[in-house]
Structure formats: C-alpha cells, structure tokens
C-alpha cells in the first residue's frame, strides 16, 4: 500500500476515480497504464480502441497480486450436487469456454478457466497481444498466487475499495488506514 501511495504523491499515478473514468482517460492517453482484469477489453473494442496491452503489475517491496478466471463453484451444502456437476461441466466446454475467449470483434471479457483455451486468446487475434501473462503471471512468478473470492464478495469489495480510497486521497493514513479496513473485514468474512 505504502508504494502504490508513493505513486500517487510522487505524480507517477493520477488521484483515484471512478473506472469509467479510468477507462475513459486511458483511451484518451491521459494515463499510461491501470490495475484490471480482462473485463475492460468489452468496452475497449466496441468503442474501436485497440492501442493498448497488459503487462505485470509494477514491482514494490513484494510482488502479490490477484488473479483469477472464469468459474462455478458446487457448494458442499447444495442440494443437487450431481447437477451442479453436470452443469460445472458444461461450462468447462469448448462451446462456453471459447465465448470467453471472443473473436477479434466481439471479445470475450472473462479469462478462461482452462488454461489451454486461454492460451488461445493471443493466437486468434483477440486483444491483448500479450494476455499469456494471464496464466504465465502465475507460472513464471511464484507469489503471484490466485485465491478464491471471500464470502459476502461484494460486501467485502466495497469495504475495501472505501478504504483505499480515503488512503489513497490521503485522508488516513497507509497504517491507520489498513487497521481501520482490517477491523470492518474482520467482522465481514470469517474463516
């Protein structure tokens, strides 16, 4: 958290805003580059850019991100376990495993949750050139390691998001900031 403030208060990264914004100053070459998954490639495409690419994320102290594909889980408490599976199954097809990937005009925006039809995203011509850092990240890069959504996701996401925002905009500091989020996790996902 520390190096990602430092890029806001050394100038390198712009304040915080909304994504739409984000998306928007991107395509506009107001801002170089921005932390996402692959979900922004449906508005990139359809609105005819297709100038940009991905990268790994920039190296502080550590170098821990999030990743994660396109998936179903079955819960151990479901009550039809046999046709989740078959269900789980039929996602995992050719059929529904290739609209994640796209065509070079109607993109998918999800990262396949197999790696040998995600591996086929570049070699199609679907945006971006380099999306094998998807699954390579993982691979060539150890603590890159992918983890599962918690419990009452959303919750969850907008207590962090809230967060970084006030520490990203300075208005808590990095430590006082991360405490204050840990205590509102605390009693949002339980282990």
């Known amino acids: ?8 208060t050394d100038g390198i990264a712009p304040a915080p805003m909304p994504m ?31 100038a940009f690419d991905i990268q790994l994320y920039p190296k502080g102290d550590t170098y ?30 050719d059929a529904i495993e290739q609209q994640y990937v796209g065509t070079p005009d109607k993109p998918g925006d999800s990262i396949p949750s197999r790696r040998s039809v995600a591996q086929t995203i570049s070699k199609v011509g679907v945006p971006p050139a380099n999306s094998d850092l998807f699954y390579n990240s993982i691979d060539k890069y150890p603590t890159l390691v992918p983890y599962p959504a918690p419990a009452k996701y959303s919750t969850f996401e907008s207590t962090v998001l809230r ?25 949002i996902v339980t282990c």
């Open 64 to 93: 821990k991100t999030v990743f994660g594909g396109a998936g179903y889980p079955i819960l151990k408490s479901s009550k039809n376990p046999d046709l989740a599976w078959e269900y789980q199954k039929f996602t995992l097809s």
């Open 20 to 50: 739409s914004d984000v998306f928007t100053r991107f395509q506009n070459g107001q801002i170089a580059m921005f932390g996402a998954g692959r979900w922004p490639i449906g508005t990139f495409v359809p609105a005819g850019f297709k």
């Open 163 to 187: 967060h970084l925002q006030l520490i990203f905009a300075g208005e808590a500091s990095v430590s006082d900031g991360l405490k204050n989020m840990q205590g509102e996790l605390s009693s």
């Open 1 to 8: 958290m520390s190096f990602l403030r430092g890029l806001i």
